[in-house]
């Protein structure tokens, strides 16, 4: 079975500080994985997704993550911090089952907190 | 506006009494999931259904149950054989297909006393 393991439940970066957050895969076939941003007592939102064409995304609010098969790494990445950011984010890998659908396992998030 | 809607926000139940969540999409999608938060320990698939009428336990679907008439629906009934029903339920879809994004609905906030 397919898995995330996000490194550092707890992230606390200055205004203006790259942000890092840290995940890694276990696959066993080339993974589709995915950022999800929830803000408090809201659903997720997808700041992006790979699958399998280019191995640097952009996504959403100045987001990005490379791609690393290598260090089976997808680490999410922001150069500069805004309050804003402030949220859970949580990284995914999509499973596929028979009928060729999909389903998400998550890994257990980052809680990121930005101070002035 | 298209979308996922979750209902109700909050809902307060006494032990051993079942509650049914409502999730309903407007986008057409054919796949449709459950999921259970609880704080550190990231999202858990309960049931999830690719078509009408057909529907397949996730990682935690004890305590739970599914049904999909419509391809709009897939409420989900927390029974009272659900040991630690208090938790934030989110809903998801999507279309079929390796990779497609699923979306997400805002959540029901579940509180069992």
């Known amino acids: 079975a397919q898995s995330v393991t996000q490194l550092g439940s707890h992230v606390s970066v200055s205004e203006g500080a790259l942000v890092l957050l840290r995940c890694n895969y276990s696959s066993s076939v080339p993974p589709y994985l995915f950022w999800y941003v929830q803000y408090p007592n809201q659903g997720l939102q997808l700041l992006l997704k790979y699958t399998s064409a280019a191995t640097l995304v952009k996504g959403i609010n100045g987001f990005e993550a490379e791609f690393k098969k290598s260090e089976t790494s997808f680490h999410l990445t922001k150069p500069s911090a805004h309050m804003s950011d402030a949220a859970e984010y949580f990284c995914?890998?999509?499973?596929?089952?028979?009928?060729?659908?999909?389903?998400?396992?998550f890994g257990t998030g980052t809680q990121l907190k930005v101070e002035l | 506006d298209g979308g996922i809607t979750q209902s109700p926000k909050y809902l307060f139940r006494k032990e051993g009494q079942n509650v049914t969540l409502s999730c309903e999409q407007n986008?057409?999608?054919?796949?449709m999931y459950w999921y259970r938060q609880d704080p550190g320990q990231g999202l858990r698939l309960i049931y999830y259904?690719?078509?009408?009428?057909?529907?397949q336990k996730g990682d935690i679907a004890e305590g739970y149950s599914v049904s999909r008439e419509k391809k709009e629906s897939f409420p989900l009934t927390v029974t009272s054989a659900q040991k630690n029903p208090t938790a934030f339920y989110l809903c998801a879809s999507n279309h079929q297909g390796i990779g497609n994004t699923i979306y997400f609905g805002e959540g029901s906030w579940l509180t069992v006393v």
């Open positions: 995914a890998v999509s499973d596929r089952f028979t009928g060729g659908g999909n389903k998400l396992t």
């Open positions: 259904s690719q078509i009408v009428n057909d529907f």
């Open positions: 986008l057409n999608h054919d796949a």
